[in-house]
Structure formats: structure tokens, C-alpha cells
């Protein structure tokens, strides 16, 4: 079985040998006739399993062969990073085509996405909230769309991007071909299926346990000796490319820094960054000059690094999905990986609940030479819990009760300091409250002054 079967168009003969792909996975050989068909389809497939290039090489085949110079092809995806990998994944395969691309997301000045825009790119890889902002300035059409793709969709939804694609949903014709693919499929993403889809096909292919080619082990260990047990592991292993993941975006920089400190080379990845920040992050991540990068689940799903040789979770996932998704950045193409996994009392139910999916109890691993009882460091006065009022000693005697004002007479009037700090309480708060309202219409503000100087640059000329 090779791609011959499937009859794509000879152009793309290019594309297909320069990303060395010989034989198609389980499922592009499901989706990719499907999608030639015309047909609406759902597909839930393992992570590291070419479903990007299942959905990207047949719309492909069928964008040569009709108009160009008009956006025709949209693909919806849950963060800037997948979306890049989409896009970068379109222009590898249509090398020679002079079939174009854009990504449109937020974080970046809008100017060169509104020429991409105006320009006629055939295939947009976008955000939805990027070009819900497009489109409400009128930069973007898309009259003319033909394929619709939903990548990540239970991501978007938990992202709360769901009213986003919703009202990006009403712009495109009703005439089109929609894919949607997602882990996991809650009443809202089944709901959305039934309302935008006609008659889907549905493609699933063993999402309910990791991939195979990873192999998995416990560490138990208390909290405080985490950091610890990891810098052990990253001295006591072989690895090629590490990629740590924490649950928080603090955590996550306090741990890059602190492993920085033992002399690796170290990135990371959170929402804290800006996006060239995590652009340059995943392009050094990628090219090895860095050998770790430590990540919060914003990199857990849509990142492509081939060369991973071990996950470390630092922190347990909060689902199982999230573990099968940060695992699987490993142990892919068929590659061997490996997962490690720190785990605490408190995290004793989701290792039940993995165990049960995987049908098989996970190992427990112990660090030769690691000293499991070190004890806690003393909090710093900073992490000290302030007193509550049932912990705070009672009043019991004259001595300690507060002295009468000499006047006799107990006045209701704040103290100045009270009264300055009570004036400024309602101003602070009012602050707060408009920038909270100022944040969403930031990004479209930024748009539409782009979007007027170019239209008085017009006129100039």
C-alpha cells in the first residue's frame, strides 16, 4: 500500500517525497478517500499519527483544480502553534503547487495578516478569535470557502472559543465540505456536529490508550522533592530532546530557571510568553539548541518535534486525555519514547483511571542513590499562612482589650489611613473593571487602525 492508490494529483508527488512519507498511516488510508469523496467526516486519531497531513494532501488535490487567488480552504485551530505547525505542514506538501497559505492569530500586528487577507492566500489557518476580528473589520471573505476543517475541537471548546466558531460558522456557505476532528466529544461538540455537518462519516482509530511505542513509569515522590528527582533523572538518563510539563505557567518558568541553574540548555512554553517568544522557543527546541523545554499543556497538543525522546510529567495531568496527548509527543513515526511520571498521593485516582484505559498496572521506579527522605525546607516568611480569626488567641482579660478614646465617647470615623485606603479601594476596583473590559476589544482596536491607514495610503496614491 503506498499513496499511488490514492490518485492525488502528480504535483504533489513533490511534497509527499520531501516530507519522506512511503507509506500512509492507519489514518490517512481511512480519511483520505473519504475526503475525496466530498464527504463531511469526524475523526478522533492518536496523537503522531500524520492526521495532519490526512485532511491537508486531499484538499490540496482538489484546490488545483479550480480558481485561485481566493480563500477557498479554513482551517480553525485552538492555538497559535498548531497553527503554524498546520501551516508549515501545507507548505512543505504543496511545494510546486503555487498553492499559498496564511496563518492568522492574535499576539502579532495585524498588517501583514490583512495583506494575506486582501491578496487571495487559498488555504487560511486561523485562530478564531483573530478572525472573528477580520471579519468584523471586513478584511477577510469568506464567501468563497469550499473546506472547512475543525482541528482540536474539544480544545477550542474548552478554550471558549465555541461562540467564536459559531459566528464564524454563519459566514461561510452552506455549500461546503466540513471535517471535524477531536479527542474526546462532549454533548456541545456533538451538538455542533449535528448543526453544521451534513450525514458525517466518522473515522476513529484507537484514541482510548497511548500509543505503543512509549513506554511508561511512575516515580513517586513527595512535592517538595520534585525538582530534586528531576534534576536526578535529567543527569541519570540518556536523552535526546526532554520535554517537562507542569500544570501552571509559574511553575513552569520556576522550573526552567532552576534547571537553567544546573548549566542545561533550557526553553519553555506557556501563556506568559508573547508570541515571538514562543515561536523562538519551539524553533531552538527544534533545531537542538535546546535540549529541554518545559511546557504547560498549551504545547501538549499540535506540537511536532520528532526528535523527543523522553516526556517527564512534573505534574500530573488533570485528565486522562491530557496524559494520552502529553505523552504522545514522544514515541512517534514509530519512534520508541518514553514517559515519566512524578506522582504524589494525591494523584493515586488518575493513575487508577490510566491503569484502567491502559489494561495493565503502570511500574513504579525508584532513583538509585536519590535520598527520598530529605526533608521539607522551612517556608520562607513570605509563604507563612497569615492567622484566620479562629486561629487568633482570645480576648480574655481588660488588659488586652483596646484603651477608651479620652473623650469617653467612641467615634465612628475611620482612621485617616483607614480612610485614605477605603477612598482608593473603589477607584482601583473601577481601574480594574474597565481594563477587564478594555482586553477583548484590544485586538480588534489594533486592527482597525490598521486597517484605516491603509485605506488613507490608498487614497494618497
Known sequence: MSFAQFKLD??????????????????????????????????????????????????????????RHQSRALILTPTRELAEQIHQAVNSLSRGTGLRSATIYGGVPPAAQIKALRSGVEILVACPGRLLDHLDQRHADLSHIEFLVLDEADRMLDMGFMPSVRKILQRVPERRQTLLFSATFPEEIETLARQSMRRPERIALGLSAPVKTVSHALYPVEQHLKLPLLLALLQQTEAGSVLVFTRTRHRAQRVARQIGQHGYRVTSLHSDRTQSQR??????????????MVATDIAARGLDVESISHVINFDMPDT????????????????????????????????????????????RQTLQNFDYQQAAPPKRPDEQRPQTRSSMPRRSTASQRPAPQRSGVRSNHPRPAEQAQRSRAPRAQARSISQQQAEPEASTSVIARWGRTLRSRRRTL
Not at 20 to 44: E, F, H, K, N
Not at 325 to 331: D, K, L, P, S
Not at 336 to 350: F, K, L, P, Q, R
Request: cysteine-free; aromatic content about 6%; hydrophobic content about 35%.
Open 10 to 67: 502528480s504535483r504533489l508527488n513533490t511534497g509527499i517525497k520531501a516530507e519522506g512519507y512511503v507509506m500512509p498511516t492507519p489514518v490517512q488510508s481511512a480519511s483520505i478517500p473519504v475526503i475525496l469523496r466530498g464527504d463531511d467526516m469526524i475523526g478522533t486519531a492518536q496523537t503522531g499519527t500524520g492526521k495532519t497531513a490526512a485532511f491537508v494532501l486531499p484538499i490540496l488535490h482538489r484546490l488545483l483544480s479550480g480558481p
Open 279 to 292: 515561536q523562538a522557543a519551539l524553533q531552538g527546541f527544534r533545531r537542538g539548541d535546546f535540549q529541554i
Open 320 to 363: 486522562a486525555d491530557a496524559y494520552i496527548h502529553r505523552i504522545g509527543r514522544t514515541g512517534r513515526a514509530e519512534r520508541s519514547g518514553d514517559a515519566y511520571t512524578m506522582t504524589t498521593s494525591e494523584d493515586n485516582e488518575m493513575v487508577r483511571t490510566l491503569e484502567k484505559i491502559m489494561g495493565k498496572p503502570l511500574p
